[in-house]
């Protein structure tokens, strides 16, 4: 969910873009993380573990941890914390160690 | 092939000090930033800072980051290098990094690591369900994009950075169900605690997380009372209704490149975590390397300014830069930072540091 009013800040949002979250077409901004934008539509379970298939979500959002890595316009391993979302960006959940294709 | 008087890896507040400092005696200075703009953690930061006007005491944090920023920008003898990582520190003093997918040559005479710290995770049961994060990660969703984390937040963690984003939460508009935290007293700073509990939020000291549940992500939390000896005691389970679990439970320094470097590296709790051997200039084992900012011993960024500040006058004062001024602000810095450790949680940064200046450490 989107803030509308805060007390200290502005947030000054890019162009509104779409883009796929597992083919289903979702919304976003310009200028924000695809882990942002996943966030605001209410995506919590970006993946599942090579072993225990257990879900997996986004812990430290500044690129350190490693547990937010989908499946970007093919390419797997990609931290969508720090990976800026792009008009039409295909994003996949990943199992396990993805695939490089 | 990139040829640098002095490299620095990190544009966090450390860095961006050191880049200042160092290039105002003289120096040519790059910064390599990860992102794609510098600032670190600061960014983020919406509360004002306390300490003295030297560290921009009533600032918020990103007015402090821009501010460090602009002094960056308007310095010819600084350049930033964004979205590029270092990859390693060679025996020869090459620095590797990749940037925009490429992989870059540098050529340093001096480097200043100031990569700062990671967030720390606690064992406890599904403590890897989605909706568990880092207090960071919410400060990141939240002040930096706008969005909200979950609805309904258990903090664990009463320290400054607990109560902090626990007070921004709020702010946002998220209920706070409560922090907990493991020892018998609350470690952060009193005023920010009295803002909280006078919201109405209780803050629970000498308690824990027992487990997390949830199928897909986390749909609530146990959590328990712990006994003088830090034991669970029984009957005291509470069950809280929560979307979002926050780890505030401290940071570990990032020093992987140190490791890497070869610095002498030695495991200092009181500095949480493992940290490079140093004198009290900062430079380390490996000469011409230094160290500034969490990525020395985790504290605060009031803190890492200033060491950022002395490291950058180090390494240029060592390249023959500032004659005149440089041991008049070496001593400055010194006197700062010893002022800000003055306090009782900085009595544990000093015995830290103490054990990182003992016999067979770093040449003082």
């Known amino acids: ?101 | 092939m990139k040829e640098i008087e002095i490299l620095i890896i990190g544009g966090g507040p450390a860095g961006l000090s050191a880049a200042t400092a160092a290039a105002d005696l003289g120096a040519n200075v790059l910064i390599l930033e990860r992102d794609d703009k510098p600032g670190g953690q600061l960014v983020k930061q919406t509360h004002k800072f306390f300490g003295s006007k030297k560290q921009y005491a009533g600032d918020r944090g990103y007015q402090i980051g821009n501010f460090l920023i602009e002094e960056c920008e308007k310095n010819p003898k600084i350049e930033v290098w964004t979205e590029t990582t270092a990859l390693g520190i060679y025996e020869d003093g090459m620095v590797t990094a990749e940037g925009q997918g490429k992989h870059l040559k540098i050529n340093p005479e001096k480097i200043i690591v100031a990569t700062g710290a990671s967030e720390k995770m606690i064992a406890f049961p599904n403590n890897d369900l989605p909706g568990i994060y880092g207090a960071g990660a919410v400060q990141t969703l939240m002040n930096l994009y706008g969005i909200v984390p979950g609805k309904r937040v258990l903090m664990i963690g009463a320290g400054n950075i607990g109560l902090i984003v626990s007070y921004q939460l709020m702010q946002a508009g998220v209920e706070v169900a409560g922090i907990i935290e493991a020892s018998p007293t609350i470690g952060g700073y009193l005023v920010h605690a009295a803002k909280i509990r006078r919201a109405g939020v209780p803050i629970l000291t000498s308690h824990t997380i027992t487990k997390a549940y949830g199928q897909e992500s986390v749909e609530g939390a146990m959590i328990c009372k712990l006994d003088e000896k830090w034991q669970p005691i029984p009957g005291t389970e509470q069950d809280l209704k929560v979307d979002v679990i926050c780890l505030a439970v401290g940071l570990s320094p990032l020093t992987e490149l140190c490791f890497q470097a070869d610095c002498h590296m030695k495991y200092v709790p009181e500095l949480s975590g493992h940290v490079s051997l140093r004198n009290k200039y900062l430079e380390t084992t490996r000469l011409g390397l230094y160290v500034a900012g969490d990525v020395s011993g985790v504290e605060e960024a009031s803190s890492a300014m200033v060491e950022g500040r002395l490291a950058g006058v180090c390494a240029a004062y060592s390249l023959g830069y500032g004659n005149d001024v440089a041991p008049k602000l070496q001593g400055e810095a010194l006197a700062e930072l010893s002022e800000l450790r003055a306090g009782p949680a900085g009595q544990k940064t000093v015995k830290g540091i103490m054990k990182l200046m003992d016999k067979g450490g770093a040449a003082c």
């Open chain 1, 1 to 101: 969910m989107r803030i509308t009013e805060h007390p200290i800040l502005d947030f000054l949002r890019g162009e509104e873009v779409s883009f796929f979250f597992d083919g289903q077409e979702l919304i976003g901004f310009e200028g924000e993380t695809i882990a942002a934008a996943l966030h605001a539509a209410g995506v919590r379970v970006l993946g599942h573990s090579q072993t225990m298939h257990r879900p997996r979500g986004l812990f430290c959002a500044i690129g350190n941890c490693s547990s937010c890595l989908m499946v970007v316009d093919g390419e797997p391993n990609v931290r969508i914390c720090v990976e800026k979302l792009k008009s039409g960006m295909r994003v996949e959940t990943q199992h396990g160690k993805g695939c490089l294709r």
